[in-house]
């Protein structure tokens, strides 16, 4: 017996919630178009990748290590980007969909 969405019945279908983190913007859609075509491509219902708001982390230092001399600071930032999808399936179809080739500070 099969439900509305497609998904079988015979297991448990469970909700699992995949978050992907990075700072490279282009690896985490790839990762992420890469999981949501798998996920597809084995019928399974997916949502998603819902984009999170971006976390900017700043850092104010100064330049001089001895603090001698003029007050002269560096300002670094860094960006980290989130994605969130949601899978409704059984256990064991997610860990098939879940075994790609994810880049390397995914």
Do not use: F, Y
């Given at each position: 017996m099969a439900d509305k969405k497609g998904v079988s019945m015979g297991g448990t279908t469970h909700r699992i919630r995949v978050t992907l983190t990075s700072r490279n913007v282009k690896a985490l859609e790839k990762v992420s178009r890469d999981l949501k075509q798998k996920a597809l491509e084995q019928k399974v219902p997916v949502s998603g990748p819902v984009r999170?708001?971006?976390?900017?982390?700043?850092?104010?230092?100064?330049?001089?290590?001895?603090?001698?001399?003029?007050?002269?600071?560096?300002?670094?930032?860094?960006?980290?980007?989130?994605?969130?999808?949601?899978?409704?399936?059984?256990?064991?179809?997610?860990?098939?969909?879940?075994?790609?080739?994810?880049?390397?500070?995914v």
């Open positions: 999170l708001p971006t976390k900017t982390l700043h850092i104010t230092t100064r330049k001089s290590p001895c603090g001698e001399g003029t007050n002269t600071w560096d300002r670094l930032e860094m960006r980290i980007h989130k994605r969130l999808i949601d899978l409704h399936s059984p256990a064991d179809v997610v860990k098939q969909i879940t075994s790609i080739n994810i880049e390397p500070g």
